[in-house]
């Protein structure tokens, strides 16, 4: 007797299983809180670390080995402020004001405009925004370009307004954005794997090796009428390079010069953090953190982390 086909498989939250756009996400909301709300980073690869376990678990109060996610998060620059203003159909862009100095190495890669507003040409407007720009050439990935993204603040408008005349022009590192202890939500692009069939897609029961010509190509693709495939039906596709976003990681540490050297990446020369669990992508992938406003507690740490 053959596997019997069971429910649909597969999830139905993500649809279309399409490629993403770009590595580097647009976000469309930001959390509550202070100061920059998120802040980018590489992911260099996954190690294990002791601490005392605070959870309501059977284990709590004893030492557990995480396992963790080591991310290099490079200064950024911050590269320009921009204001928006509230209307009927949404946040309409005022303007903005670009930095007048930028470092040597970004001059290198990309191309700065010639005229940008004044900053007191964007005041008054509604909510305020950065956009800072990566530095990759810090680390030792090989990589030149540095990546831009939008990165919203906390507080009121008059608040933003202030705090972004305070850091633009300038590197801002991760320990005066992320603390010890805090939640955030990790978004980045997935491991890419290509065109895939619908078994290893959808986790489909093979065929009856007697029953037909194959037995990876799946079984009735729905109804005669309505005359189409329904989206609803496993079919062979794209599988990977996803954007996804995992919700609720937990800083565990955060330090500089960690003394691991992370397969496929390389030693970490810069500020890094320690995230329990994994996040999306593969080594060197864009990881953009966004805090969530949920109460700090930093985890108690026995040991450094393994090799």
Known sequence: MGKRPGPKKGSRSFWHRRRARRVVPRMRYWHAGKGMLGFPGYKAGMTTITIIDDREAPTKGQEVIRAATAIETPPVFVYSVVGFKNTVYGLKLVGETVSTELPKEIKKSMRCPKKSHKIEDIAGCDEY??????????????????????????????????????????????????????????????????????VQRFNTALNFHKATGARRHGGSIGPERQAKVMYTIPRAGQYG????????????????????????????????????????????????LRKTPKPVKKPEIRQGVHA
């Open 241 to 288: 390079y996803h954007r996804r976003t995992d919700t609720n990681k937990r800083v565990l540490s955060h330090g500089e010069n960690l003394d691991l050297v992370f397969h496929c990446y390389g030693p970490i020369k810069n500020d890094y953090l320690l995230v329990d669990g994994s996040v999306p992508g593969p080594s060197k992938r864009f990881i953009l």
């Open 129 to 198: 925004r950065v956009k800072v720009l990566t530095e990759p050439y810090r680390t030792g990935t090989g990589k030149k370009t540095p990546d831009m993204v939008e990165i919203g603040l906390g507080g009121d408008a008059a608040a933003q307004f202030e705090y972004a005349k305070s850091i633009v022009g300038k590197e801002v590192r991760v320990k005066d954005v992320i603390d010890e202890g805090a939640i955030v939500d990790a978004i980045g692009v997935t491991t890419g794997r290509g065109w895939i069939g619908l």
